[in-house]
């Protein structure tokens, strides 16, 4: 399918501000791609193929989408705006393999929508997650993505800062709970950046396209990873505070602080240390002694 015509740039943005078709939200962060090569880019960087489903959130003008569209076996391109969800079904009226859902992604059902926009062709497909994500929702959206469990990878564009946070490795100052959050969940990989003059209108940031390939098997499940994420949230959310003080801080109603500094001290780690010292593996093996606590307990 080859839909290279379909491109908005700087030029007829303003047009259609000026003739009072459409004006961009600050609130919506929206900011449109102009650089007709950065789609493209992403889109290859993406790996999908024509075995693939595409799934784009904050479609907008169209940009990606189209470069998409020449790639997957079929494109569900979501998109909150009104104005621009209708522009989008004009400028692809006579493309067959794309459905535009207006819509919020942070309060639909992803897999249900799934299920009714794409033909049952498609059902046993793959999906892959191709987005330039909006800035306003870039760690909310993040988070419903990879939690829907049905993606097999996240190809997306962010604030470089979120994609630093994402890729963040234990001891540094931007790793934190999200970090953890995404090597849990994910294998990331920060592929390129992108300047601000990319965009309509310009951002006051540098954005970074990364890779967010699915983890096949999960780590935990049910209520152990509920557990899970709650110590490390409750890690985090006291920086300054030790790893020891922090976790007693959270759950002194449930641990006493030597069941909690025995549990550290298991790890190898000394009573001092903070939360943003530890990996994966650790922060698994910690919650593992904290659950063997409870246990034995009962």
Same mark, same amino acid.
Do not use: C, W
């Given at each position: 399918m080859d839909?290279?015509?379909?491109?908005?740039?700087?030029?007829? +943005? /303003? &047009?259609?501000? #000026?003739?009072?078709?459409? #004006?961009?939200?600050? !609130? =919506?962060?929206?900011?449109?791609?102009?650089?007709?090569?950065?789609?493209? /880019? +992403? %889109? $290859? &960087? !993406?790996?999908?193929?024509?075995?693939?489903? %595409?799934?784009?959130?904050? %479609?907008?003008?169209?940009?990606? #989408? %189209? @470069?998409?569209?020449?790639?997957?076996? &079929?494109?569900?391109?979501? @998109?909150?705006?009104r104005r621009l969800a209708s522009i989008l079904r004009d400028m692809f009226a006579d493309v067959s393999n794309i459905s535009v859902h207006e819509g919020d992604i942070l309060k639909v059902?992803?897999? /249900?929508?799934? @299920?009714e926009l794409l033909p049952k062709s498609f059902a046993q497909c793959e999906v892959h997650v191709c987005a330039n994500l909006p800035y306003n929702i870039t760690t909310p959206a993040i988070s419903t993505l990879v939690e829907a469990d049905v993606f097999k990878s996240? #190809?997306?564009?962010?604030?470089? $800062?979120?994609?630093?946070?994402?890729?963040?490795?234990?001891?540094? !100052?931007?790793?934190?709970?999200?970090?953890?959050?995404?090597?849990y969940h994910t294998v990331p990989e920060i592929l390129f950046d992108v300047s601000p003059e990319c965009f309509y209108?310009?951002?006051?940031?540098?954005?970074?396209?990364? =890779?967010?390939? +699915? =983890? @096949? /098997?999960?780590?935990?499940s049910g209520e152990r990873e509920k557990f899970f994420f709650r110590v490390v949230r409750a890690a985090f959310s006291q920086r300054r505070k030790t790893l020891v003080n922090a976790l007693y801080s959270a759950f002194g109603s449930t641990y006493s602080k030597e069941d909690i500094s025995g549990a550290v001290c298991k790890l190898g780690l000394g009573e001092k240390v903070r939360g943003e010292m530890l990996g994966i593996d650790e922060w698994l093996q910690l919650c593992n002694y904290l659950l063997m606590i409870l246990d034995n307990g009962q």
């Open positions: 839909n290279k015509g379909i491109f908005f740039g700087t030029n007829e +943005i /303003k &047009h259609l501000k #000026t003739a009072g078709v459409f #004006t961009s939200s600050k !609130s =919506r962060g929206q900011n449109f791609l102009v650089d007709a090569n950065i789609p493209k /880019k +992403i %889109a $290859e &960087h !993406s790996g999908i193929n024509s075995s693939n489903v %595409a799934f784009e959130v904050g %479609a907008g003008f169209g940009a990606l #989408t %189209a @470069e998409l569209t020449g790639l997957a076996a &079929h494109v569900v391109a979501v @998109e909150l705006d059902d992803i897999n /249900k929508m799934l @299920e996240l #190809t997306i564009m962010v604030q470089k $800062e979120v994609a630093e946070r994402l890729v963040a490795r234990p001891g540094t !100052s931007d790793y934190g709970a999200f970090s953890v959050f995404s090597g209108p310009r951002p006051n940031v540098t954005s970074s396209v990364l =890779r967010m390939a +699915i =983890r @096949e /098997k999960k780590f935990l």
